[in-house]
């Protein structure tokens, strides 16, 4: 199964508020948090492998409550949904697409937990209905177990729950059917195993052949919902369909059972038996012993929610059973489950689902050929259903660094057009890359941020990738979006062009016209000069700046006197910035101006690094938006491109009429609570984590993602598309994942040479020594400081010299030349004559 993004809701912060729960996070925030020491130190202490600080460990009452308050230290996880409306943890504010359609087994008996965890491993390779569905294995904080699996077909959370707990043996939980159900995450070394597809996201054919499933039911697209009574559970004898007949006995065992089962069977029609064995494999068990001991109710109850109970008569599903799961048959549970289900479920009016339909008819058509003579089997006729079955027996293995947060399914319309012609591989790439030509469109357009500072849509994107990487991918896309400012610009540089030779036709002496009015040229040469770039900044009457760099080198034209570059990249993304510069000579340009400069560059990774290291603490890292392409492997075929045709300029014309036509101050509700939410998802990650260069890029990071949500809803007419949030999200994780990936290291040696000769401040070496000292403990001090052996002995000679100590101790009679005793600045406060 291909799983392209694997998100959880969760609370990482140590003491947070049960009620709050972070959105869409990607897993690598989850891995992040798991590997935090203080994590481990809290559980350690939670299972009694280390003392709890101020309680009494004779102390049983005192031990156990001080446990129960460390618990709640912990941080927790949603298991069923991966997005809350408002962050805000509970039933109702569940978003039902965010369904995940996997839940949590709590095993919280100890003496269940060994057994358990053999057996969730056997049923996870068995030929039953829980084949390839174990997703996650962890011991709670207790020691206890967590088994994550994924819900099979048409099931709801309560009967997965029910049916698994009843194959692994295990005693079932009510208290974790509940939508807004957590748990406590424990630390990276309490997991033992996790599946590719944990938290993953399903294709989107699955997710809706599932809710297809549910919705047949008469249940909503997550599951919920019910009719009326409870969920199905497995049968206990009494009175209910069949279970008082002679021949079945109130402890499930048979008395005339052989022979009625051997005559219902026979009584099957074709048709039903070739409809239950295509509904079995559309339930994901195909080729599986549906009549073993254990999983035998879980699968028959897949079955029917597949379909197979809209297709026959609760009597001739009865004969069908009798023929395909004999030995189940003669059990009362069988008989009781087939009634429970069709009296709660069995409704004769609601309408087939396309699935069913097919199936049916491809039954009907089996039956038929073999009534005519063909032997085609159900298997062949059933090759284009949806296979849902999984294959996750065996662990994988992790990269030595976290992969980059994958892009949502679902886009925002505008970035979804814009990536269309693009390869998948290059996607993430572009779908950055677009914002600096869109935002370039704006004019004398405002969004206030939650800080209450107004800014304009500034935006700058660099793309980091390797050589051969295929970086040019966001050249077209950019193209198509410059394309209506590159006509006019090209109508101004005529203008321009026809003055300047006009002027040079001219003589010294003769009048020469004034430079055109209302030349604005918006998408400036790569190779720029400072003065020409300060010109065209004035001549653009408050528009963007834009250009394009094959190479980030090759801004180094903006240099000037210093490097004016970097402060330019600073001054752009800065509201209210200043620029400018002032000559003497009356040719000379001489402006102050707003920078308002938005660009794409690209370059490799090393080359990258290297340009920034100079600056890696001075601001232009935090205010650019980085991106990268993935390494492809070797041999794989060549990335195709699609047809950028006349089709694709006018499905995004109207995008960019709504940008040119904005002004003013914009006020976008949905864009400034999402900023809001993400502040406070940042604060919670840079919390738990200590890493005050993530906190640092975090802050301006989220400016960056706030101001793509603006364009984005400016461009759809000033109308906000569910589809954003999900996406702005993810940029934002993406672009401060490779931030930490490409700089964070080299930020943290800047940082610590930086710093080095600050952190104590000028010190006295005689105080750190102690009243009798030797000449190879000075040496050692001074070393500590980072200064060589030589010039030891001068540095004695001058303390001797000034009275600050004396030759000779006590304590050191055989080498009294070597050894000291201090005068002044002594541990005990005395001060001694010589």
Not at 116 to 130: F, G, V, Y
Not at 183 to 200: H, L, M, N, P, V
Not at 509 to 520: G, Q, S
Request: net charge neutral; charged share 25%; hydrophobic share 35%.
């Amino acid at each position: 199964m291909a799983i392209k993004q694997q998100v959880m809701a969760l609370n990482p912060a140590r003491k947070g508020n049960m009620g709050r729960l972070n959105s869409s996070q990607p897993l690598y925030v989850y891995d992040t948090l798991i590997a935090q020491p203080w994590l481990k130190g809290v559980i350690a202490q939670i299972r009694g492998e280390k003392a709890i600080p101020g309680v009494d460990a004779g102390d049983e009452k005192a031990v156990k409550k001080a446990r129960e308050g460390l618990k709640r230290q912990l941080p927790i996880r949603a298991i069923h949904y991966s997005k809350f409306r408002n962050n805000h943890r509970s039933s109702e504010d569940a978003v039902p697409e965010s369904f995940l359609f996997q839940t949590t087994i709590d095993v919280d008996d100890v003496e269940y937990v060994d057994a358990a965890l053999e057996k969730a491993r056997e049923l996870n390779c068995s030929n039953t209905i829980w084949k390839g569905k174990l997703l996650h294995l962890e011991y709670s904080a207790r020691k206890k177990l967590h088994i994550d699996i994924r819900m099979p077909m048409g099931m709801t959370i309560e009967e997965t729950q029910k049916a698994y707990c009843e194959a692994a043996g295990i005693p079932y939980d009510k208290s974790c059917i509940t939508p807004e159900r957590i748990i406590f995450i424990t630390d990276k070394d309490s997991e033992i195993y996790r599946s590719k597809e944990w938290y993953g996201v399903l294709p989107d054919e699955e997710i809706k052949a599932r809710r297809e499933a549910f919705l047949k039911r008469g249940l909503t697209i997550d599951g919920k919902g019910i009719p009326s009574g409870a969920a199905i559970q497995p049968a206990q004898p009494g009175n209910s369909h069949r279970a008082d007949d002679d021949y079945i006995s109130h402890t499930g065992g048979s008395q005339k059972a052989d022979g009625l089962a051997a005559q219902e069977a026979e009584s099957a029609s074709e048709k039903n038996l070739i409809a239950f064995d295509l509904f079995q494999d559309s339930a994901g068990l195909k080729g599986m012993n549906i009549d073993t001991i254990g999983s035998r109710h879980s699968s028959l109850l897949a079955i029917m929610s597949a379909g197979a109970s809209r297709v026959m008569s609760e009597e001739e599903l009865m004969k069908v059973v009798a023929k395909r799961m004999p030995s189940y048959y003669q059990e009362n549970d069988c008989h009781q489950l087939i009634h429970d289900f069709y009296s709660k479920y069995g409704d004769s009016s609601k309408p087939f689902s396309r699935d069913v339909i097919r199936v049916n008819a491809l039954a009907e058509q089996a039956a038929k050929s073999l009534l005519a003579g063909d032997c085609k089997s159900p298997e062949r006729l059933a090759g284009s259903m949806l296979n849902v079955q999984s294959n996750a027996c065996v662990q994988s293995s992790t990269a030595s660094y976290p992969p980059p947060p994958p892009m949502p399914g679902k886009l925002p319309k505008l970035v979804k057009l814009l990536i269309s012609k693009t390869p998948e591989i290059y996607q993430p790439a572009v779908a950055h890359a677009i914002f600096p030509p869109l935002a370039t469109h704006l004019w004398n357009t405002r969004f206030r941020y939650i800080d209450n500072v107004e800014h304009e849509a500034t935006l700058m994107t660099c793309l980091l990738a390797g050589t051969g990487a295929g970086k040019s991918c966001v050249q077209m896309p950019i193209s198509m979006i410059m394309e209506d400012i590159r006509k006019r610009d090209q109508e101004n540089l005529k203008r321009e062009k026809e003055w300047k030779e006009e002027m040079m036709r001219k003589g010294a002496n003769k009048d020469k016209r004034k430079r055109p009015d209302n030349l604005i040229i918006q998408e400036i040469d790569a190779d720029m000069t400072n003065p020409a770039f300060v010109m065209r900044t004035a001549e653009a009457k408050g528009h963007f700046l834009y250009t394009s760099l094959n190479e980030i080198d090759q801004f180094d034209a903006l240099k000037g006197i210093g490097n004016q570059h970097f402060r330019i990249m600073c001054l752009a993304f800065d509201p209210g910035n200043q620029y400018g510069q002032t000559r003497v000579g009356t040719q000379s340009v001489t402006e102050r101006v707003t920078v308002r400069f938005n660009w794409n560059a690209s370059t490799t990774i090393q080359k990258g690094q290297r340009y920034f290291s100079k600056v890696l603490t001075d601001g232009p890292l935090s205010r650019i938006n980085f991106c990268t392409i993935p390494q492809r492997e070797i041999g794989d075929k060549i990335p195709v491109y699609g047809t950028y045709d006349d089709q694709f300029r006018k499905e995004l014309k109207p995008y960019i009429e709504n940008l040119c036509m904005a002004t003013g101050l914009i006020d976008c509700p949905e864009a400034y609570r999402l900023a809001e939410i993400l502040s406070e998802e940042n604060a919670d990650f840079s919390q738990v984590t200590q890493n005050r260069i993530y906190e640092n890029f975090t802050f301006r990071a989220n400016v960056i993602a706030y101001l793509k949500a603006c364009v984005l809803y400016v461009a759809n007419g000033c109308r906000w598309e569910p589809e954003i949030e999900d996406f702005i999200r993810w940029s934002e994780r993406y672009d401060l994942w490779c931030k930490m990936r490409f700089f964070e290291e080299d930020i943290q040696k800047a940082n610590n040479v930086g710093e080095h000769s600050n952190k104590r401040g000028p010190s006295n070496l005689l105080q750190s020594l102690p009243d009798t000292f030797t000449e190879q403990q000075v040496v050692e001090a001074r070393a500590a400081l980072g200064l060589s052996e030589e010039g030891t002995a001068h540095l004695l000679s001058t303390w001797v010299y000034r009275k600050y100590v004396k030759r000779g101790s006590e304590n050191y009679h055989s080498n009294s030349y070597h050894s000291f005793t201090k005068l002044k600045y002594r541990c005990d406060g005395q001060e001694l004559s010589q």
